[in-house]
């Protein structure tokens, strides 16, 4: 989508808003087309790519000092569009490497790791972006920075952040032509205990899922 679309003409594109703006459109259209499955080679590393690039935009949201609402109560911004097209479609385009483990907090004491699905968090990003995005549209732009940011904080900053690992440690693997270990029932719905974690990537190795992930060992 293109700015004259996103923004108003009066609106100077190096502003903080704007940027920030652009940046979750971004990253909103390529999740949608990712989700679309027309181009599964590329999957992951338009993923990492975009991933990346919304994490900047946080990073930024993060160091800004805190943006106060115009309003006391948050206006209301219509209906949550729903995301769970989106969610079963990048859950079928990702299955092999769909769950992986992630520590909630690394600063917890003793946090063992917990399953998590690249499908769920992606969705689950797309929904906080999505709300923000709503009051931009709006005209709200303080509306939208301020939950942008709040949001940053709360939930979809670490989201992301395990999602951009996530999708790191599948590229070193292929990269680095380290095979993934095998299944050991690992799902979202299980406790996962302290012992060893075992990546959950069916019995696929990593040579096997690179090609249609778009990846490539080295040579």
Known sequence: ??????????????????????????????????????????????????????????????????????????????????????????????????????VFDPYEPRRAPVPARLSDDLADVVTDLRHGMAHYRAGRTTEALWWWQFSYFSNWGSTASAVLRALQSIVNHVRLNQPLEELDGLDTDQGMGDETLEFEAGKVMAEEIAAPLGLHGPQ
């Open 1 to 102: 989508m293109s700015d004259a679309t996103l923004h108003a003409t009066s609106q100077n594109p190096d502003d903080f808003a704007v940027q920030i703006a652009d940046q979750v459109e971004s990253f909103l259209v390529a999740v949608a087309e990712v989700a679309r499955g027309d181009e599964p080679d590329s999957a992951v590393p338009f993923l990492l790519l975009e991933v990346s690039q919304l994490l900047l935009a946080g990073g930024r949201l993060g160091a800004h000092e805190d943006f106060v609402p115009d309003e006391r109560y948050e206006p209301d911004s219509g209906p949550e569009q729903d995301v769970d097209i989106l969610r079963e479609n990048l859950a079928r385009l990702l299955e092999p490497i769909d769950v992986y483990s992630e």
